[in-house]
């Protein structure tokens, strides 16, 4: 990947809020809203989207670290898009600054931190992890 090129790329992603993308359906509370994890998930596919057309053969990226702010909420049939932009390349950590929004509303904004791996080693580590567990 070329890091310097990934500095100031903005991503984009939106989804349509769905009963099953809501807390109560993910057993997180019983209040019929946006999940805090499908909040994030739009996000990092924003920041994925941000960096893709960078990424090499066998390149991806996973979430390091993250930090949501959710400032309001909304309910099932109202669509979100989030924006993520890369705002700090350190050796494989690229970070991205987000925000959700909802008809020009913030509904949320995060930092999050996404670590640039090999995807076949990356998914051997995780095997063989697996097997020693065992």
């Known amino acids: 990947m070329d890091f310097e090129a990934a500095l100031g790329c903005v991503g984009m992603?939106?989804?349509s809020v769905r009963p099953g993308d809501?807390?109560?359906a993910m057993g997180i509370n019983d209040l019929s809203v946006v999940s805090s994890t499908t909040i994030?998930?739009?996000?990092?596919?924003?920041?994925s989207a941000a960096i893709i057309d960078l990424l090499e053969i066998g390149e991806t990226?996973?979430?390091a670290k993250s930090h949501l702010e959710i400032l309001t909420t909304v309910t099932v049939g109202e669509d979100l898009r989030a924006h993520?932009?890369?705002?700090?390349?350190?050796?494989?950590?690229?970070?991205?600054e987000a925000?959700?929004?909802h008809s020009n509303k913030t509904i949320a904004t995060a930092e999050?931190?996404?670590?640039?791996?090999?995807?076949?080693?990356?998914?051997?580590?995780?095997?063989?992890?697996?097997i020693?567990?065992?």
């Open 22 to 24: 809501t807390s109560v």
């Open 61 to 63: 990226t996973q979430t």
């Open 112 to 130: 999050v931190q996404r670590r640039l791996v090999d995807r076949v080693s990356y998914m051997a580590r995780i095997a063989a992890e697996r």
């Open 40 to 47: 994030m998930s739009v996000i990092e596919s924003a920041c």
């Open 132 to 134: 020693s567990a065992e």
């Open 13 to 15: 992603a939106s989804v």
């Open 84 to 96: 993520a932009r890369c705002i700090d390349v350190t050796e494989d950590i690229l970070t991205f």
């Open 99 to 101: 925000e959700v929004t």
